[in-house]
C-alpha cells in the first residue's frame, strides 16, 4: 500500500483557490462510505469549535493586551490569519506600545505621529535601526574636516560635537549637516575635553602643560586657568560644583572652578589615570566623590569633602572566586599588553577595556530607606542632568525620591536670565531630531520641563536657572533627559563606593585599542590599531551584550499615556547580577565597509558630503582611530590624520547577507514548522 503523502496533500490544498478547496472537500465526501458520514459529521463538528475566533470576539482593549504580549514576529504572522486578525494586528495602539518600548532606553523621546496609522511605519523605522546595530551596519558616513594633527577627544551632546586635537584647536559641529560652528584656537595641544551643558561652560586639559582651562561655550572666551599639576593633563571630569583633573604626574587635583580655587590635591598613585568620574554622595552631607582608574587596573574612589581615599580594588581580583573569570582578570592591569587601554563612565556604570576584554561594572546600589537621593554622575561623557526613571513595581515596590542635585524650571514661555558666569542669554522650549525618514519622520521634542544646576553656592558669580542657547542658534539639548513618551531614565539608585563594583559581563576581543560604550543598551564600539605593518588588522568592531535571562518589565497597559515602563535605563540592574562571558564582537561593514578602500573616483552608496581631501579609503594608518563616540543613533571616530566621521545607523540601505549554510538551516526550519502543523491537527481531530 502507498504511504500517503500529508506533506504533499498539504502544499496542494493549500495552493488551491475558495473553490478548488470546496470541491475537493465534496469529491472526499461523495467517495465515503455511508457508514463514514457520522464520522465525517464527528470532525467537521470539531473544526469549526477549533476554529473559533477568539481574539476578533473579545473587546479591542483586551484583544490589543493578549497581541502585546506576543513578539512582532508573532504579531505579523498572526495578521495572515483572517481579514479581522490583521486590522487587530495593526491598531496603532500596539505599535505605538511596541515603539516605547524599543525607544525605552534612547536618551531622548520620539515624536508623535500626525497620523496614528503612523505608527506601525514608525517602528519599521527604529527596528531598522536596532538591526543595524546588532549587526554593525552603518547606513550611512559624513566627514567632518577640519583637524590637521591626531583628533584626541570627542564629545557628543545630542547632534553638537565638541573635538580637541594636537593642532591646538577646540571645533564645534553639527553632525547633521557636518558644518563647523566655531574653531577655538588654544596655543596647546589638546589632550582631553569635558562639557557641562547646564552651565554652558567646558573645561580643557593640555597634552603637555599641566594646566586646565576653563571657557564659556556662549562666548567662546576663557574664564579660568588653574594650574596645578607638574605635567600634562590625561583627563578631566566636570559637575555643577567641583572639577577634578588627573595629570601626567599620577596626581588628581579638585577645584571649585567658580572660585578658581583649589579643594584638595590627591598626591601620586600607583600610576597615570585613564579616566575620572564624579559621583554624587547619598546625601547632600556626603558630597561629591571622585573615581578614578589607573592603567594599572585599580579602582580608587575618594572623598572631596574628607579629603581622603574611601576605597580601593583591584580589577584583577573582581572574579569572585570563579576559576574561570580568574583565569580571565589574572592579568589585568599587569604591564606591557593588559594594562587599561581606555575607559567610560556613567551613573554607577563603568567600562574598562585592555587589549583583549571589555569589562562592563556596576556599583551597588544602596536601599532608598538608607540613601533617599538618587545618584547624579557626572563623567566625560555626562550631560549635567540628572537621569531618572521609573521602575516597575514587580522589581522594586519602593518609591524613589528625586535627586536633590536639581529643579524643574518651566520653560513653557521665553526668558532672559544671565547664567553663573555672567553671560546673558535665552532659554526656550528644546528640541532635537532623533530619527527620521522620508515617510515617518521622528524628532525628539523634549518635555516642558527643563533641570538647572544646584543651588547658587556663595561662591556663584550671579544666580542661574534655565538652560542657554547653545552657539548652534538651538537651545542644548543635553543625551539623558527622558525617554520614550516623556516617562524619565535613571541610572540607579545612589551607588555604595565602598563596596568593590560588581563585574556584570566580560567581552572577549580582539588587539583593541580605543573605544565608547552606551550604558544604556551596554552597547560597545572598539577599534584595532591601524598599524603601517603589511597585513595589520584595521577594523572597528561593535558588541551589543544581551542578558541570558532578561526581566519581564513590559508590564502596563497598552492604552496608558505613561507607556510600558522599563529599568532598562538601567540594563545592569539586577538583585544578584550573574557575569556573562560574551565573544560575539562584529567587525563592521555596511558604508564603512564599502569605503574602507575606496578612491574619490568611486561612487560609495550612503556617502553624505565630500570624501576628504586625498582619501585612500578607511582601513589606512592615516585614519587610525584616536577617539570615539557612540550614542543610540551613530558612532563618531575621531583619525590620526585630524579627520573625523559620523556613521549612523538609521535607514536600510544596507542590509546583513545572509550565509548560504544559514539558508539551509532556514529550509530546515520550515520542513519542522510544517510537521508541527500536521501533529496539531491530529490533536484536533483524536484529542477529546
Not at 157 to 164: A, C, Q
Not at 277 to 291: C, K, L, S, Y
Request: aromatic fraction near 6%; charged fraction near 20%.
Amino acid at each position: 500500500m502507498k504511504k500517503l503523502d500529508e506533506k504533499g496533500i498539504r502544499k496542494a490544498m493549500r495552493g488551491l483557490g475558495r473553490e478548488g478547496r470546496g470541491r475537493v472537500i465534496q469529491i472526499i465526501l461523495e467517495s465515503t462510505l455511508p457508514g463514514d458520514i457520522p464520522l465525517q459529521i464527528l470532525l467537521l463538528q470539531k473544526y469549526l469549535k477549533s476554529s473559533f475566533d477568539i481574539i476578533g470576539s473579545l473587546a479591542p482593549n483586551i484583544a490589543l493586551r493578549i497581541l502585546r504580549e506576543l513578539s512582532v514576529k508573532e504579531v505579523v504572522r498572526a495578521g495572515l490569519v483572517s481579514k479581522k486578525w490583521y486590522a487587530a494586528t495593526r491598531h496603532p495602539a500596539l505599535w505605538r506600545w511596541h515603539c516605547l518600548r524599543l525607544t525605552a532606553n534612547d536618551p531622548v523621546r520620539v515624536k508623535v505621529p500626525a497620523d496614528p496609522q503612523g505608527w506601525y511605519p514608525l517602528y519599521r523605522s527604529l527596528h531598522h535601526r536596532e538591526s543595524n546595530f546588532a549587526g554593525a551596519l552603518p547606513q550611512s558616513i559624513r566627514f567632518l574636516n577640519g583637524h590637521t594633527n591626531f583628533c584626541t577627544t570627542l564629545l557628543l551632546r545630542g547632534k553638537r560635537l565638541i573635538s580637541g586635537s594636537y593642532d591646538e584647536t577646540i571645533r564645534f559641529w553639527d553632525i547633521e549637516t557636518g558644518e563647523m560652528k566655531k574653531c577655538l584656537q588654544v596655543k596647546k595641544p589638546v589632550s582631553c575635553v569635558d562639557f557641562l551643558a547646564a552651565e554652558e561652560v567646558f573645561v580643557v586639559g593640555f597634552h603637555d602643560v599641566g594646566r586646565v582651562h576653563l571657557f564659556s561655550s556662549v562666548t567662546f572666551t576663557p574664564l579660568q586657568q588653574l594650574a596645578g599639576h607638574l605635567n600634562g593633563i590625561r583627563a578631566v571630569a566636570l559637575s555643577s560644583k567641583n572639577l577634578v583633573s588627573a595629570g601626567a604626574d599620577k596626581a588628581l587635583v579638585c577645584w571649585d572652578w567658580r572660585a578658581g580655587t583649589k579643594i584638595v590635591r590627591f598626591g601620586q598613585q600607583t600610576t597615570i589615570n585613564i579616566g575620572v568620574q564624579i559621583v554624587q554622595g547619598a546625601t547632600e552631607a556626603e558630597g561629591e566623590r571622585v573615581v578614578s582608574v589607573t592603567i594599572d587596573g585599580i579602582v580608587r574612589v575618594f572623598s572631596i569633602k574628607r579629603r581622603e581615599m574611601i576605597s580601593q580594588f583591584k580589577l584583577s581580583e573582581l572574579g569572585s572566586g570563579d576559576p574561570v573569570l580568574n583565569a580571565k582578570l589574572f592579568n589585568v592591569g599587569s604591564a606591557p599588553n593588559n594594562m587599561l587601554q581606555w575607559f567610560a563612565a556613567k551613573g554607577s556604570q563603568m567600562t574598562c577595556a585592555t587589549k583583549s576584554i571589555i569589562l562592563h561594572l556596576q556599583w551597588n546600589e544602596g536601599e532608598d530607606e538608607k540613601t533617599p537621593a538618587d545618584t547624579t554622575a557626572m563623567s566625560p561623557t555626562f550631560s549635567g542632568r540628572t537621569l531618572t526613571s521609573p521602575t516597575p513595581s514587580s522589581l522594586n515596590p519602593r518609591s524613589r525620591a528625586v535627586s536633590s542635585l536639581v529643579r524643574p524650571t518651566q520653560t513653557s514661555t521665553p526668558q532672559r536670565r544671565q547664567s553663573a558666569l555672567g553671560v546673558t542669554i535665552s532659554s526656550l522650549p528644546k528640541s532635537r531630531l532623533s530619527l527620521g525618514t522620508p515617510s515617518t519622520p521622528l524628532s525628539s521634542n523634549l518635555s516642558a520641563s527643563q533641570l538647572s544646576g544646584i543651588s547658587p553656592s556663595p561662591l556663584s558669580l550671579l544666580p542661574r536657572s534655565g538652560t542657554p542657547l547653545s552657539p548652534m542658534g538651538a537651545p542644548l539639548s543635553p543625551m539623558g533627559a527622558a525617554g520614550a513618551d516623556g516617562f524619565a531614565i535613571r541610572f540607579g539608585r545612589a551607588a555604595i563606593l565602598t563596596a568593590p563594583p560588581k563585574l556584570v559581563a566580560l567581552v572577549e576581543t580582539p588587539d583593541v585599542a580605543v573605544g565608547a560604550v552606551d550604558p544604556r543598551k551596554r552597547r560597545v564600539v572598539t577599534a584595532t590599531r591601524f598599524s603601517s605593518r603589511a597585513g595589520a588588522d584595521r577594523r572597528v568592531l561593535m558588541s551589543t551584550h544581551e542578558d541570558k535571562e532578561m526581566f519581564d518589565v513590559l508590564d502596563g497597559s497598552v492604552g496608558d499615556d505613561t507607556g510600558p515602563t522599563a529599568d532598562h535605563a538601567n540594563p545592569m540592574f539586577s538583585s544578584s547580577p550573574s557575569v556573562n562571558i560574551d565573544a560575539n564582537i562584529i567587525p563592521l561593514s555596511g558604508a564603512w565597509a564599502a569605503l574602507a578602500h575606496a578612491t574619490p573616483e568611486r561612487g560609495v552608496k550612503g556617502l553624505l558630503g565630500p570624501l576628504p581631501p586625498k582619501f585612500a579609503g578607511l582601513a589606512t594608518p592615516e585614519k587610525n582611530p584616536m577617539s570615539m563616540q557612540l550614542t543610540h543613533e551613530e558612532v563618531v571616530v575621531g583619525c590620526a590624520d585630524g579627520t573625523i566621521y559620523v556613521m549612523n545607523f538609521l535607514g536600510h540601505e544596507y542590509v546583513k547577507e545572509r550565509p548560504r549554510a544559514e539558508e539551509g538551516i532556514v529550509e530546515d526550519e520550515k520542513e519542522s514548522s510544517e510537521e508541527e502543523d500536521v501533529s496539531m491537527d491530529r490533536s484536533l481531530i483524536l484529542g477529546a
